[in-house]
């Protein structure tokens, strides 16, 4: 579809209020992937099982969430927001439920798959945007839902934590659900109904996922900057944890998942890269973030000792990697914003598997080279990633 066309679509404003409620949904369908983290012992304890086993059942929140970005994000494109994503936030809250009676732990991972693959909703609430939002706004208001998502991350587990501990796994997972079964209902209400303007198939939407990396030159550079990135993210945090495990520190686990306060941070820094974007457009914003994110890494290599210096680098290296992602996001969105779902699921599948590398390297890594190296590899993926930048041709908003 071309620009001119583009332009005469009809939509529905993006209201204040209609925004904010975006940024909340995302945040919870977000922090439904996690909440079941800090509770594992207990978990393990309730279904009988180790928790080796039980982190198995976990893990199928992500591969759960990889599918749900393959074949629910790009549903977007084609129907209702309104009635979509409160779909997708009505078959969360009823999973998350269920997840509240299972008694196996093979029952578990079933539905936690269920779980994640719903929880991509914060993708499809940014392709909600990135179609609805007029361009001049486009970075600001995806700002806003990505600090939603940032959030998600951030909250799933401190909040999962603390029900747990206050009324029971179980009691927590029903609380979930609770919730998201009232943004289902929001969702009906608030967000628009109309449906998207493409014309294409589903299943030759879905067809088309690997052609559009193969043949966009924008999406592809976006996508490979943004896994490198986010295979430093993660890398960083797991790697973290083990090193912080481990002596001489021997943190518990409640000590050291206070570390992650220090991606509030994060949070403020999206919606500032968004308003920023709009204005100087992504490629300045893209290098600044990734530089004061790779500065704070190779930092965060020789500082492990002094909290108050790591949680200062944690703090930049997360603002600066979330600045990153919103102006890096936004070019993928504005590729063809009459269907821009497609492009957002494939450069977050792209984006994901480079994360998902990444949790498993840091740990790994901690054990082999020790933490200052990993820190180091980590730092070194985001330079790559800001000499693609810097080198490819400047992206843009368009």
């Known amino acids: 579809m071309n620009a001119e066309a583009v332009a005469t679509l009809p939509r529905t404003p993006l209201r204040g209020s209609v925004v904010l409620f975006m940024s909340l949904a995302a945040a919870l369908g977000t922090s439904a992937l996690y909440p079941l983290q800090p509770a594992i012992a207990e978990v393990a304890d309730s279904v009988d099982a180790r928790i080796a086993v039980v982190g198995v059942a976990l893990a199928c929140g992500p591969v759960g969430y990889l599918v749900g970005l393959g074949l629910l994000v790009p549903l977007v494109d084609r129907f209702s ?17 269920v997840c509240a009676v299972v008694e196996r732990a093979w029952q578990l991972g079933l539905v936690i798959g269920v779980v994640g693959a719903c929880s991509a909703v914060g993708a499809g609430l940014s392709s909600v945007a990135g179609r609805l939002a007029p361009p001049h706004r486009r970075a600001t208001i995806l700002g806003i839902v990505t600090a939603g998502i940032s959030a ?15 009324i029971g796994w ?3 997972q029903l609380t979930f659900a609770a919730a998201c079964g009232s ?3 929001g969702c009906l209400v608030v967000l628009p109904g109309e449906r998207g303007a493409t ?30 990135w986010f295979f430093a993210f993660c890398a960083v945090w797991s790697g973290l944890a083990v090193a ?50 790779g500065f704070a890494a190779l930092v965060l290599g020789g500082t492990l000792s002094s909290t108050m210096v790591t949680l200062v680098c944690l703090a930049l290296f997360d603002a600066g990697l979330f600045a990153a992602q919103v102006a890096n996001q936004s070019t993928v969105l504005a590729i063809d914003p009459a269907s821009p779902a497609r492009f957002n699921s494939a450069y977050m599948i792209v984006y994901f598997v480079g994360g998902s590398l990444g ?5 790994a890594a901690v054990e082999w080279f020790g933490w200052t190296a990993t820190a180091t590899i980590a ?7 800001a000499t693609a930048v810097a080198l490819g041709s400047s992206p843009s908003a368009r």
């Open 359 to 363: 949790t498993a390297f840091g740990a």
């Open 199 to 228: 014309d294409r198939g589903y299943l030759e939407t879905l067809r088309s996922l690997p052609r559009l990396l193969a043949r966009d030159d924008t999406l592809r550079s976006a996508s490979v900057r943004g896994a490198l």
């Open 81 to 97: 927001p309104a009635r979509l994503l409160a779909v997708q936030f009505g078959v969360l809250a009823a999973a998350s439920a």
């Open 183 to 185: 943004v289902a209902l």
């Open 379 to 385: 730092a070194l993926a985001i330079v790559a990633a």
């Open 244 to 293: 912080l495990a481990e002596p001489p520190f021997a943190y518990s686990a409640e000590r050291i998942g206070l570390y992650a306060l220090a991606g509030l941070s994060g949070i403020a820094a999206t919606r500032v890269a968004g308003a920023w974007t709009d204005r100087v457009g992504p490629r300045r914003v893209l290098l600044i973030g990734l530089a004061l994110a």
């Open 170 to 172: 179980r009691g927590m």
């Open 152 to 166: 998600g991350i951030l909250a799933g587990r401190i909040v999962g934590g603390w029900l747990a501990d206050e």
